[in-house]
């Protein structure tokens, strides 16, 4: 199964959404926000897509399968740009930054960097990978294997996050 970039946002926002994602169950094309997201991708840099690059880079690692998509990737200054439509700055989001500059460092693309950007916030945020991080995504990348592969469907999370998520009708109104 392979991990993607969606899984390890997913991990570190909850088990039972990463797990729910990887086993096809997918409501993104009920939820507002999703769509509020994809507009807000579409339309914050509509010039972006002229200067950046969409590339699609995958590895293996330790036996495991990796891939991830970036969408905006400057070559020249080795920047990824993501874009989130969050009004809050996320551990979720870091980390999946980090993902794809672990991903660039596996097919020896190194010296990369990210932003996050937050139009809602109007704010921005400069990411790095360091070793420490390195570690920690070599550490997780088994475990979210073991989580997505699991029988059971990990608890809900009790949530204020729950809210807006795409699988709040699913968890807590379709019982
Ligand atoms: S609604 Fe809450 S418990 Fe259910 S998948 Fe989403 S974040 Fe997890």
């Not at 399968?65 to 920047?79: H, N, P, Q, R, T």
């Not at 704010?123 to 790095?128: F, P």
């Not at 991080?133 to 029988?151: G, H, Q």
């Amino acid at each position: 199964m392979i991990t993607t970039a969606t899984c390890i946002n997913y991990y570190h926002i909850c088990h039972r959404k990463l797990w729910l994602f990887s086993n096809g169950i997918r409501m993104e094309h009920t939820s507002d926000t999703v769509y509020d997201g994809k507009l807000l991708h579409d339309r914050s840099y509509p010039q972006r897509a002229e200067k950046h690059t969409e590339i699609e880079i995958s590895a293996i690692f330790n036996g495991f399968e990796l891939s991830g998509k970036i969408d905006f990737y400057d070559a020249k200054e080795k920047v990824i740009h993501e874009i989130k439509r969050s009004d809050k700055i996320e551990d979720a989001h870091e980390w999946q930054v980090k993902y794809y500059i672990w991903l660039l460092e596996l097919n020896d693309i190194t010296g990369v960097r990210a932003t996050l950007e937050y139009p809602k916030l109007r704010s921005t945020l400069d990411v790095i990978l360091e070793n420490k991080d390195r570690k920690y995504l070599t550490d997780i990348i088994p475990k979210i294997a073991l989580l997505k592969e699991s029988e059971e469907c990990p608890l809900k999370i009790n949530s204020k996050i729950c809210k807006n998520c795409s699988y709040y009708d699913l968890c807590y109104v379709v019982e």
